[in-house]
C-alpha cells in the first residue's frame, strides 16, 4: 500500500508560478514511476507529466510542456511539478500518481495509487 498525499496548490494570477508537492510512503519509492494528471470541471481527468523511477526520463503533455517540469528527490519521497507561465486553462484539480512499474507512462489505468488531489486556480 502506498499513501500519497499533494500539497502547494492555490491561486495565482495567470503568468505566475506554482510549485507541487507530493509525499509518498514506502520503502521503495526510488523503484516506482510518478505521474501527475489533472481534471477540470465537467472534463476527464488528464495526463499532464510522468517520471521514471531514475528521474532520467520524464514525458509531458504538449499542453504544459516548457512550461511544467517534473521531479523527484528519492530521498525525500517526494515529486514535484513546477508550473510555470500558468494559464487559466491550467485550473484544475491535480493528481499524483505511483506507477510500480518503473516506467512513465501517460495511461492513467497504468497507475496504482492516487492521492486526495490538490485544486490550482489561475485568474486572468
Known amino acids: 500500500q502506498v499513501q500519497l498525499v499533494e500539497s502547494g496548490g492555490g491561486l495565482v494570477q495567470a503568468g505566475g508560478s506554482l510549485r507541487l508537492s507530493c509525499a509518498a510512503s514506502?520503502?521503495?519509492?526510488?523503484?516506482?514511476?510518478l505521474g501527475w494528471f489533472r481534471q477540470a470541471p465537467g472534463k476527464e481527468r488528464e495526463f499532464v507529466a510522468s517520471?521514471?523511477?531514475?528521474?532520467?526520463?520524464?514525458y509531458y503533455a504538449d499542453s504544459v510542456k516548457g512550461r511544467f517540469t517534473i521531479s523527484r528527490d528519492n530521498a525525500k519521497n517526494t515529486v514535484y511539478l513546477q508550473m510555470n507561465s500558468l494559464k487559466p486553462e491550467d485550473t484544475a484539480v491535480y493528481y499524483c500518481?505511483?506507477?510500480?512499474?518503473?516506467?512513465?507512462?501517460?495511461?492513467?489505468?497504468?497507475?496504482?495509487?492516487w492521492g486526495q488531489g490538490t485544486q490550482v486556480t489561475v485568474s486572468s
Open positions: 500518481a505511483v506507477r510500480l512499474d518503473g516506467s512513465r507512462s501517460y495511461d492513467a489505468h497504468s497507475y496504482d495509487y
Open positions: 517520471i521514471s523511477w531514475s528521474g532520467g526520463f520524464t
Open positions: 514506502g520503502r521503495t519509492f526510488s523503484t516506482y514511476a
